[in-house]
T-cell receptor, first 108, second 117 residues
């Protein structure tokens, strides 16, 4: 499975957009990019996923570069409740391999 | 509430005990998973069941024994554990994507916090 690289932590002001980057330079053509978050030892929560095209849902937007080697998760208006560890995962069939993620700190 | 429940939420057991963790999903999924999350470490995939058949065992010690009696239930039987097995054990479920090459998101339960003394 492809490995992902994320910054260990980021800060974001409440109400501003949070842009979380992820590098996945060894991704193969049939692997999807998934984003999950985990709030303080709860179970991870699914956010969004995509293959080639940019995606948007009620939680976030996912921007995937044309060469698919990196992606960015965008939380358009971060709130204090968005403080969590965000995981970028490349996924093939049933196997998810989580890395260390990015700890997003949303500050008032 | 994700539609995946786990019991118990907390468990303390001695090294000579036998206990079981239970997971139930109410989402109509046909694939289920066990993960382990130790303190300050990423989630580690332990077992994958697809259509009630075990399809993945990531070099997990035999003191962990999974069981999937039907597509809605998953158990993790524990015996003679070590203190280093103390961790958060997470169950997840999804649609099975292996046949058609599709990809489906996994839904996680709240986890069982296990402490081995």
């Amino acid at each position: 499975d492809a490995k992902t690289t994320q910054p260990p932590s980021m800060d974001c002001a409440e109400g501003r957009a949070a842009n979380l980057p992820c590098n996945h330079s060894t991704i193969s053509g049939n692997e999807y990019v998934y984003w999950y978050r985990q709030i303080h030892s709860q179970g991870p929560q699914y956010i969004i996923h995509g293959l080639k095209n940019n995606e948007t849902n009620e939680m976030a937007s996912l921007i995937i570069t044309e060469d698919r080697k990196s992606s960015t998760l965008i939380l358009p208006h971060a709130t204090l409740r968005d403080t969590a560890v965000y995981y970028c995962i490349v996924h093939h069939f049933n196997k998810f391999y989580f890395g260390s993620g990015t700890k997003l700190n949303v500050k008032p | 509430e994700t539609g995946v429940t786990q019991t118990p939420r907390h468990l303390v057991m001695g090294m000579t005990n036998k206990k079981s963790l239970k997971c139930e999903q109410h989402l109509g999924h046909n694939a289920m998973y066990w993960y382990k999350q130790s303190a300050k470490k990423p989630l580690e995939l332990m077992f994958v069941y697809s259509l009630e058949e075990r399809v993945e065992n990531n070099s997990v010690p035999s003191r962990f024994s999974p069981e999937c009696p039907n597509s809605s239930h998953l158990f993790l039987h524990l015996h003679t554990l070590q203190p280093e097995d103390s961790a958060l054990y997470l169950c997840a479920s999804s649609q099975d994507g292996t046949g058609g090459g599709h990809s489906y998101e996994q839904y996680f339960g709240p986890g069982t916090r296990l402490t081995v003394t």
